[in-house]
C-alpha cells in the first residue's frame, strides 16, 4: 500500500511541480528532482528502496518507445555519423575516464569502478528528450542529441554486461583477450539480437493496426507494444532497450500510413498523460532514492565529493570530444570561422537519469560465489548523487546556455515562416482538388463554390501572413464528403513536402494535427 501512496503523492506533486516549473520557466523533470530531494532530506519521509524492476519494466519501455517514436527518419539520416562516433567513442572514453575517478577518489576496487563508468557512460534518452522539449533548438541539432542518447545505450549496455560479469566474477579465468572477445560476441548478441526483435515486433504491430478501426482498440495495442518488445527481447536473451528503439523507430516511421486521424489524436493525448505520470514518478523518486542511500550506506561527504568529480570528469569528457568533432564537421564544409554555440549546446545536453538508474539498481547483490557484492551500496549511491546533479546543474543551465548560443525557447519549435508556406501549399493543393472535382461535376455549384470561397479566403489570408501577422484565419465550410476529399490531399501534399525535405518532422506533425481535428469534426457533425 506504501508503494501504491508514494506513486499517487508522486504524481499529485508532479502536477503542482509542472505548473510552477512553467511560470517559473525551468525545467520539470529538474523542478521535481529537487523537490523529491528535499522530501526525501525531512526527518520523518519514509525510505524508499525502488525495486529494479520498477524501473526497468514498468517505466523505461514507455519512455524509451515514446523518445524513439519522435525521431524522424530522415531527420536521423542526415546525422548517423556523428551519433555513432558519440555512441561508440565517447561512450568508451566516459567509461574509462569515470573508472579512473571511481578508483582514485571514490576509493573503488578497479571492477567496481569498471561498473560505475559503465554504468554512467551513455546519455539518457528519457532525461534528454524531456529537456530538449522545452527548447527551439535546429532540428539537425535536437536530431543529435536525442539520436545519440537513444543509440548510445547499445554500447553502454555492452559495457555494463562485461562490468558486471568481471564484478562478480563471472569471466574468472578469461585472460584480457577472452574477455575483450567476450564483450565482442556480447554485443553481437545484444545489439543484433535487440534490433532483430524490435524490427520483428514492429512489422507484427503495423499489420495488426492497419487492421484495428476502433481509436481505443489501437490505443491499448500502442500502449502494450514496448511493453512487448521489452519483454520479447529480454526472453531470448538480448537487449530489451534496443528492441524498444527499434520497434519505436519502425512504427514512429509509418504512423501516419496505419492509423486513422481520430486515432492520432487519440493516442496523442493517451501518450502525452502516460509520458507526464512515468516521468513523474521517475524522476521523484530519484531525488527520494538519494537520502535513503545516504543514510544506508553511511559514507557521510565522501560520496559527495566521489559525485562531483564524476560528474565533472563526465562533463570534461564531452566537451573534449563534442568540440573537435564539431570542429572538423565545420572545417570539411569549408567554414573558416569555427562557430561555438551547437557544440556547446550539445556538450551541456549529455544529461543522465533513468536508464544509468535502472542499470545501478539491477547490479546483482552478491558474487559467483555467494558473497555480498562488496561496495555495491557506495557505487550505488555515487551514481544517484551522479544523476541529481547532473539534472539540476545542466537541467537548470541548459536553456540559459541555449539562450546565449542563439536558440530560443520552445515556444515554437518549428519556425514559424516553414510552417506558413507549408499551409499555403496545402490550402493550394486543396483548391486543386476542388478545381479537378467541379470539372467532374461531383456536387452542385452552390457547394463548389462555398468551399472555393473558404480555401481562397485561406490562402489570401496565409500570404498576408507572410508578410503580416493577421489575428484570424477563415475556416473552409463544413461540406463533409467534398471537404474530407481536399482533406486527404492536403494530407498527400504535406507528405510530399516532408519527403522532399521542405518541411521539417515537427512541422509535419504540427499540421497533420491540424489536419486531423479538421477530419474529427467533419467526423462528429455527420453523427
Same mark, same amino acid.
Not at 282 to 293: H, N, S
Not at 423 to 430: C, K, M, Q, S, T
Not at 515 to 519: I, P, R
Given at each position: 500500500m506504501r508503494t501504491v501512496e508514494t506513486v499517487v503523492l508522486l504524481v499529485a506533486v508532479a502536477t503542482v511541480v509542472a505548473a510552477f516549473a512553467r511560470r517559473l520557466r525551468v525545467p520539470a523533470p529538474s523542478l521535481l528532482v529537487v523537490v523529491g530531494l528535499a522530501v526525501g532530506l525531512l526527518p520523518r519521509a519514509p525510505a524508499i528502496d525502488v525495486p529494479p524492476e520498477v524501473v526497468s519494466l514498468v517505466v523505461l519501455p514507455p519512455l524509451l518507445y515514446a523518445a524513439s517514436e519522435e525521431l524522424a527518419w530522415r531527420d536521423l539520416r542526415a546525422v548517423w555519423r556523428p551519433v555513432a562516433v558519440l555512441a561508440v567513442g565517447l561512450v568508451l572514453a566516459s567509461a574509462a575516464a569515470v573508472a579512473a575517478v571511481g578508483v582514485g577518489v571514490a576509493s573503488l576496487s578497479a571492477s567496481m569502478a569498471?561498473?560505475?563508468g559503465a554504468v554512467l557512460a551513455s546519455t539518457d534518452p528519457v532525461a534528454v528528450s524531456a529537456l530538449a522539449r522545452r527548447l527551439s533548438l535546429p532540428v539537425r541539432v535536437q536530431t543529435l542529441v536525442q539520436a545519440e542518447s537513444l543509440f548510445n545505450d547499445g554500447t553502454s549496455l555492452v559495457l555494463y554486461q562485461i562490468a558486471v560479469s568481471l564484478a562478480v566474477g563471472g569471466t574468472a579465468g578469461m585472460t584480457a583477450t577472452g574477455v575483450l572477445l567476450h564483450g565482442v560476441g556480447r554485443f553481437a548478441v545484444l545489439a543484433g539480437g535487440g534490433v532483430l526483435v524490435g524490427a520483428v515486433v514492429a512489422a507484427g504491430v503495423i499489420v495488426v493496426r492497419r487492421r484495428i478501426t476502433d481509436p481505443v482498440l489501437e490505443t491499448v495495442t500502442a500502449l502494450i507494444t514496448p511493453y512487448a518488445a521489452?519483454?520479447?527481447g529480454e526472453t531470448f536473451h538480448v537487449s530489451g532497450v534496443t528492441s524498444v528503439i527499434v520497434a519505436g523507430l519502425v512504427i514512429g516511421a509509418r504512423r501516419s500510413r496505419i492509423t486513422t486521424a481520430q486515432t492520432r489524436l487519440h493516442l496523442h493525448s493517451v501518450y502525452q498523460t502516460v509520458v507526464f505520470v512515468l516521468e513523474s514518478v521517475?524522476?521523484?523518486?530519484? =531525488?527520494?532514492?538519494?537520502?535513503?542511500?545516504v543514510r544506508a550506506t553511511g559514507h557521510p561527504g565522501h560520496w559527495l565529493v566521489a559525485a562531483l568529480a564524476v560528474s565533472g570528469t563526465l562533463i570534461a569528457t564531452r566537451v573534449a570530444w563534442v568540440f573537435p568533432l564539431s570542429a572538423v564537421y565545420q572545417w570539411r564544409r569549408g567554414t573558416r570561422r569555427l562557430a561555438w554555440p551547437v557544440p556547446a549546446v550539445v556538450s551541456w545536453a549529455g544529461t543522465r537519469g533513468v536508464v544509468p538508474l535502472a542499470a545501478a539498481l539491477s547490479?546483482?547483490?552478491t558474487t559467483a560465489s555467494g558473497a555480498a557484492l562488496p561496495q555495491r551500496d557506495l557505487m550505488l549511491l555515487v551514481t544517484a548523487a551522479t544523476i541529481v546533479i547532473s539534472l539540476i546543474v545542466q537541467g537548470f543551465t541548459l536553456e540559459p546556455l541555449a539562450r546565449l548560443a542563439g536558440f530560443g525557447q520552445a515556444g515554437g519549435a518549428y519556425p514559424e515562416h516553414e510552417e506558413t508556406v507549408a499551409?499555403?501549399?496545402?490550402?493550394?493543393? =486543396?483548391l486543386a482538388r476542388l478545381n479537378e472535382l467541379a470539372e467532374d461535376g461531383a456536387a452542385p455549384d452552390a457547394v463548389i463554390d462555398r468551399l472555393r470561397d473558404g480555401l481562397e479566403a485561406r490562402i489570401g489570408s496565409t500570404r498576408d501572413r507572410m508578410d503580416q501577422d493577421p489575428d484570424t484565419q477563415p475556416e473552409a465550410l463544413p461540406e463533409r464528403e467534398l471537404r474530407a476529399d481536399l482533406i486527404a490531399a492536403e494530407n498527400a501534399e504535406l507528405a510530399r513536402l516532408y519527403e522532399d525535405g521542405t518541411i521539417s518532422a515537427a512541422t509535419r506533425q504540427r499540421l497533420e494535427r491540424s489536419?486531423?481535428?479538421?477530419?474529427t469534426r467533419l467526423a462528429e457533425r455527420q453523427r
Open positions: 569498471f561498473v560505475l521489452y519483454l520479447l521517475v524522476f521523484g523518486l530519484i =531525488g527520494l532514492e538519494v537520502p535513503t542511500l547490479i546483482p547483490l499551409r499555403l501549399r496545402l490550402a493550394e493543393a =486543396g489536419l486531423d481535428l479538421e477530419v
